[in-house]
Each structure stands twice: as structure tokens, then as C-alpha cells.
């Protein structure tokens, strides 16, 4: 059985950074597609970033573009999330998700079958 487990998030002042992984395990295939979303108390679920795994090709919420970078090992099937200058509008619980299904490669939560339990990752003023 597939399973995703985040982790690197934590508490940081505005303008910091912190870097979130995704282990990913239970298959050896890699993803066709993975992504982070986050979620503030009150408010939808956003997807953050995405990234088509076999050519690398990403996408971002307008909210971050220029500010967080999503990448991957291949090998070890884990996409990371680099979160610079943060503020303190990105607090929230952040979640990798992850599909192999193929098809569109996007930040549509419906799109993703499998899910990781988040981590809280919160950014002081």
C-alpha cells in the first residue's frame, strides 16, 4: 500500500525558509505526477506546486511563484518543497500528494489518489 509522510515543516519568522519532503513508499514506480497543497483554518485547500515527474515540468499558485520551488529525487520518488521568503499568509498545514495515473499533471486535488497526513509549517509576523 502506497503511503506518503511529510515532514520538514515547523514555526519560522516572516521571511525565513524551510524545505518539506515527501517520502514516498510501498511501490517502486514513480509518480507521473506530484504536488503540495496546504490548507489554513477556514479556508479551501490550495495547490501550491506540481511537478510532471518524467520531464521535470512544474506549475505554481500565482500566490507563490518566485517564492517556492518544488523539485524531486527520482530515485528515491520524493518531491521536495523549498519555501523561501515566507510570510505569514503561507501558515497552514501543507500535504504532498501524489497520482499515477496518467493525464493531466496539475494542482486539482481531485486529480491525486494518494496523500500524505501534513505538516504544519507556521510563519510569525
Known amino acids: 500500500q502506497v503511503q506518503l509522510v511529510e515532514s520538514g515543516g515547523g514555526s519560522v519568522q516572516a521571511g525565513g525558509s524551510l524545505r518539506l519532503s515527501c517520502a514516498v513508499s510501498?511501490?517502486?514506480?514513480?509518480?507521473?505526477?506530484m504536488a503540495w497543497f496546504r490548507q489554513a483554518p477556514g479556508k479551501e485547500r490550495e495547490g501550491v506546486a506540481a511537478?510532471?515527474?518524467?520531464?521535470?515540468?512544474?506549475n505554481y499558485a500565482d500566490s507563490v511563484k518566485g517564492r517556492f520551488t518544488i523539485s524531486q529525487d527520482s530515485a528515491k520518488n520524493t518531491p521536495y518543497l523549498q519555501m523561501n521568503s515566507l510570510k505569514p499568509e503561507d501558515t497552514a498545514m501543507y500535504y504532498c500528494?501524489?497520482?499515477?495515473?496518467?493525464?493531466?499533471?496539475?494542482?486539482?486535488?481531485?486529480?491525486?489518489?494518494?496523500w500524505g497526513q501534513g505538516t504544519q509549517v507556521n510563519v510569525s509576523s
Open positions: 511537478i510532471y515527474s518524467r520531464a521535470a515540468v512544474t
Open positions: 510501498g511501490t517502486t514506480y514513480r509518480p507521473y505526477c
Open positions: 500528494a501524489a497520482t499515477w495515473r496518467v493525464g493531466a499533471c496539475n494542482r486539482e486535488a481531485a486529480n491525486f489518489g494518494s
